[in-house]
């Protein structure tokens, strides 16, 4: 099986633009959780999808969105970009809770 | 709310030696237990978990990890370091449907 691919793995973006990452699930999992990761504030976890419903969020401002479609690929959105967004984004996939999360590599975005 | 604490953000071994990554746990019921590690630009690989059953598991990589509820702890152990084992390690915990939080990690260095 393919695992989580994310895309792009890199990207630049500058202050007050609006960025879409992108995550394809591995086949058959439902469950889709979106990460920031920085070095200071570590692994932050922003919301999770199962079957296209917002099931968990964590405490980000609401510039920072996420929709799942029916295929289970994810999409998350950043608008009005910060320079404190630069960060590695990571998205995850499971069949169900409590299975574990299966990661993909992440996106990189740095804000300038 | 459920918490992880990692002991020691940096640790260092000698390639040979025991390595003992420390995880303790806060929940007032009984949580489900991850080790993740990630190697650099990449994304969360896991380890090891702890859903129910045997309170000692093995993982991959020669990693093991035991449950000790008396002491809310999930200590990750390895009997002899290699030096591909360098990498950052991260504790989980989830309960039930609710999302994985993750400790702030641990850098492990192996010494030659």
């Known amino acids: 099986k393919a695992g989580v691919t994310q895309t792009p793995r890199y990207l630049i973006k500058t202050r007050g633009q609006q960025v879409t990452l992108s995550c394809s699930p591995i086949?058959?999992?439902?469950?889709v959780s979106w990460y920031q990761q920085t070095p200071g504030q570590g692994l932050q976890f922003l919301f999770e999808?199962?079957?296209?419903?917002?099931?968990n969020k964590g405490n980000f401002p609401g510039r920072f969105s996420g929709r799942q479609f029916s295929n289970s690929r994810s999409e998350m959105n950043v608008s009005t970009l910060e320079l404190g967004d630069s960060a590695l984004y990571l998205c995850?996939?499971?069949?169900?809770?409590?299975?574990?999360?299966?990661f993909g590599n992440g996106t990189r975005l740095t804000v300038t | 709310a459920q918490s992880v604490t990692q002991l020691g953000s940096h640790v260092s071994v000698s390639e040979g030696a025991l390595v003992l990554l420390r995880c303790n746990y806060s929940?007032?019921?009984?949580?489900?237990l991850f080790w993740y590690v990630q190697y650099p630009n990449q994304g969360l690989q896991l380890l090891l978990k702890?859903?129910?059953?045997?309170?000692l598991v093995k993982g991959i990589n020669g990693f093991e990890a035991e449950f000790k509820k008396s002491e809310t702890s999930f200590h990750l152990t390895k009997p002899s370091a290699h030096m591909s084992d360098a990498a950052e390690y991260f504790c989980?915990?989830?309960?039930?449907?609710?999302?994985?939080?993750f400790g702030t990690g641990t850098r492990l260095t192996i010494i030659p």
């Open positions: 995850a996939s499971s069949p169900n809770n409590p299975q574990p999360l299966h």
């Open positions: 989980a915990v989830s309960f039930g449907n609710e999302k994985l939080t």
């Open positions: 086949s058959g999992h439902r469950s």
């Open positions: 702890y859903t129910t059953g045997a309170t």
């Open positions: 999808y199962f079957s296209e419903t917002q099931r």
């Open positions: 929940s007032s019921v009984p949580p489900y």
